[in-house]
């Protein structure tokens, strides 16, 4: 009995361990941020623009997965094609001896997803803009192929630094987490760290956050 105690004694120790520390990470760090002489000298990677009524920031995502990706889908594309127009490859357990154009077109429908994925993680651009009355970040693939975020933002806006999900090389990484009204938004997870820190300082620059403001807000999930 009393080995089965002593083991269930640190399993129970491992699990609490482990909840602090999933805690401690989705709790994140406050974001520091810019003094006007950063925020005007800018950072090489992220473009900035100024209007009437907001200020926005651009990214391109440009991680090596993306662009390792996107040459082997190439690669292994330009192989398949030349196959196919050499009478080499079987499509449905079928060799096609003499390819037609949907069959090229079928070929290239299968390599979709995959460039996209490539896309997603090599020319993806993020486009955040900052106003009074919203938070609001785009992302996208391509022109006209994406996702936006809009959080409506009040008096406090809590700008963190914080695990949200996202791994790399089976590692925790930070987003921008951006909290205000009782929700957040995310993003910017494979983003550089330079570059997660210059935007989400630039953010708590903007709406005029304090550190202490970002250490107290709770984390509340969106509905």
């Keep these: 009995m009393g080995l ?15 909840d602090a520390r999933n805690a401690a990470l989705h709790a994140g760090r406050p974001a520091k941020a810019l003094t006007a002489e950063e925020l005007a000298k800018g950072h090489p990677k992220v473009t ?19 662009w390792i990706w996107l040459a082997f889908t190439c690669v292994h594309g330009a192989f398949m094609f030349a196959g196919l127009s050499g009478g080499t490859v079987k499509m449905n357990g079928t060799l ?19 460039l996209l994925i490539g896309f997603a993680f090599s020319v993806a651009r993020y486009r955040v ?23 409506p933002v009040g008096d406090g806006v809590a700008v963190t630094l914080a ?12 987003s921008v987490v951006i909290m205000s ?16 820190e210059f935007l989400a300082g630039a953010i708590r620059h903007y709406y005029g956050e304090t550190a202490a403001e970002a250490v107290s807000t709770p984390f509340i999930p969106n509905n």
């Design 163 to 174: 695990f949200r999900g996202s791994s790399e090389n089976k590692k925790p990484v930070e």
């Design 129 to 151: 803009t900052l106003s009074d009355a919203a938070f609001v970040v785009r992302w996208r693939v391509l022109p006209y192929l994406g996702w936006t975020w809009t959080l």
């Design 4 to 18: 089965f105690k002593d083991l269930e004694t640190k399993l129970v120790s491992i699990k609490k361990l482990a």
């Design 181 to 196: 009204l009782g929700k957040e938004t995310h993003f910017g997870a494979f983003l550089p760290v330079d570059v997660k």
């Design 96 to 114: 096609i001896t003499q390819p037609h154009w949907w069959n090229y077109l079928s070929l290239s429908l299968i390599y979709v997803p995959f």
């Design 48 to 66: 900035s623009s100024v209007d009437f009524q907001s200020v926005g920031y651009g990214v391109r995502l440009g991680t090596w997965f993306g």
